[in-house]
T-cell receptor, first 113, second 114 residues
C-alpha cells in the first residue's frame, strides 16, 4: 500500500458525460501528479500540482481539468467524454526532498460507452 | 527533453534463471532514473531509484540496476527469477533534483515459466 488513495476504483459512463476522479496523497506530500494509461498511448503525464498551485502540464486535453484543494487532495475533472478517454487514470504524490520518487495510487479505471 | 527506450517489449525466462530488462535513456540534464513494476490489474510500485549517488542501485525483491553514463543505460537485473516476478516493468526518467513529471518507457512484459 503506497498511502495514496483514489476513488472510485471503477467508473462506467456514457459519451458526452462528465466525471470527477479523486485522489488523496500520502501524508506530508505536497505534489500531486495525474497520469493516464491507455493501450495506444501508454503511460502519459497529464498535470502536476504543488501545494495547491498548478506546476506543470503535459498532454492534458482542454476537456480535462484538475485542482488541488487546501487539504492537498486533488480532483481530475473529465468532461464531454469520448470513447477514447477510456483508460486507467493514476494519481501519484511525492515529498519535497532530494529524490522526488513518486508513489502511485491504485488507479481509477474509466470506461466510456 | 528526456526519454527512455525499453529495448524489449517482452522477455520470457525460466524460474530460477537470471532476469535482464534493458533500458536506455536520453536526458539533457542529470537524470533521476527509476524502475516501476505493475502487476496485472494493480497500480505501479517503485522497485528502485538512481539519483546520482551509487551507480549500482539495489531495490526491493532482489532487483538491482546499474547506471552507466557512458552507455546511457540503466538495465534492471535479478539473479534468479520467481514466478511472482511476472509483471510489466517500466523504466522511467525525470529531472534530478526537482519534483517533476515522470517520463515512462513503453514497458517490458516479463513472463516467468516453470
Amino acid at each position: 500500500d503506497s498511502g495514496v488513495t483514489q476513488t472510485p476504483k471503477h467508473l462506467i459512463t456514457a459519451t458526452g458525460q462528465r466525471v470527477t476522479l479523486r485522489c488523496s496523497p500520502r501524508s506530508g506530500d505536497l505534489s500531486v501528479y495525474w497520469y493516464q494509461q491507455s493501450l495506444d498511448q501508454g503511460l502519459q503525464f497529464l498535470i502536476q500540482y504543488y501545494n495547491g498551485e498548478e506546476r506543470a502540464k503535459g498532454n492534458i486535453l482542454e476537456r480535462f481539468s484538475a485542482q488541488q484543494f487546501p487539504d492537498l487532495h486533488s480532483e481530475l475533472n473529465l468532461s464531454s467524454l469520448e470513447l477514447g478517454d477510456s483508460a486507467l487514470y493514476f494519481c501519484a504524490s511525492s515529498v519535497a526532498g532530494t529524490t522526488y520518487e513518486q508513489y502511485f495510487g491504485p488507479g481509477t479505471r474509466l470506461t466510456v460507452t | 527533453a528526456q526519454s527512455v527506450t525499453q529495448l524489449d517489449s517482452h522477455v520470457s525466462v525460466s524460474e530460477g534463471t537470471p532476469v535482464l530488462l534493458r533500458c536506455n535513456y536520453s536526458s539533457s540534464y542529470s537524470p533521476s532514473l527509476f524502475w516501476y513494476v505493475q502487476h496485472p490489474n494493480k497500480g505501479l510500485q517503485l522497485l528502485l531509484k538512481y539519483t546520482s549517488a551509487a551507480t549500482l542501485v539495489k531495490g526491493i525483491n532482489g532487483f538491482e540496476a546499474e547506471f552507466k553514463k557512458s552507455e546511457t543505460s540503466f538495465h534492471l537485473t535479478k539473479p534468479s527469477a520467481h514466478m511472482s516476478d511476472a509483471a510489466e516493468y517500466f523504466c522511467v526518467v525525470s529531472l534530478y533534483g526537482t519534483a517533476s513529471k515522470l517520463t515512462f518507457g513503453t514497458g517490458t512484459r516479463l513472463q516467468v515459466t516453470l
